[in-house]
Structures are given as C-alpha cells and as structure tokens.
Nanobody, 123 residues
C-alpha cells in the first residue's frame, strides 16, 4: 500500500507559478513511476505528466509541455509538479498517482491515488 498526500494548491493569478508536492508513505517509493492528473469541473480527468522511478525520464501532455515540470526526490519520498505560466484553463483539482508501469499512467491506470489539491487560476 502506498499512501499519497498532495499539497501546495491554492489561488494564483494567470501567468504566475505554483509548486505542488505529493508525499508518499508505505511501500518503496522508488519502485513507482509517479504521475500527475487533473480534473476540471464538468470535465474528465486529464493526464498531466509522469516521471520514471529514477527520475531520468519524464513525459508531459501537450497542454502543459514547456510550462510544467515534474521532479522527484526519492530520499524524501516526494514528487513535485512545478507549474509556470499558469493559464485560466489550468484550474482543476490536481492528483498524484503511483504505478509500477510508466506506460499505464498514460491510460490513467495507476494503482494508488492521492486525494487531490485544488488549483485555481484567476484573471
């Protein structure tokens, strides 16, 4: 079992930055690829990006590529989502998730999920 807790959400103006954190506890954190997803009101959950277990590989959705950066600290059992140049359409609840298989995250198939943290971008 892996328990995930997101933090760092809040209200930010368009063009601003925010960094989300996802703290993991339980099974060995470094065994898992870690992904971020988001869900806006009235919309389906959307893949944001993923980082491999080692941190050596990352992959992002086109909608956030060049603006968002995922990193991880396996010693601290934490994964981060740095969000820059935020847009109104980035407003959503952001979730982190863990998967043994990185490819599965692209399909939203993750074994463990956090409870989410709200990000609101204002004009």
């Amino acid at each position: 079992q892996v328990h995930l807790v997101e933090s760092g959400g809040g209200l930010v103006q368009a063009g601003g930055s925010l960094r989300l954190s996802c703290a993991a506890s339980g099974r060995t954190f470094s065994n898992y690829a870690m992904a971020w997803f988001r869900q806006a009101p009235g919309k389906e959950r959307e893949f944001v990006g993923v980082i491999s277990w080692s941190g050596g590989s990352t992959y992002y959705a086109d909608s956030v590529k060049g603006r968002f950066t995922i990193s991880r600290d396996n010693a601290e059992n934490t994964v981060y989502l740095q969000m820059d140049s935020l847009k109104l359409e980035d407003t959503a609840i952001y979730y982190c998730a863990a998967s043994e298989v990185i490819a599965s995250t692209l399909r939203g198939e993750c074994r463990y999920w956090g409870q989410g943290t709200q990000v609101t971008v204002s004009s």
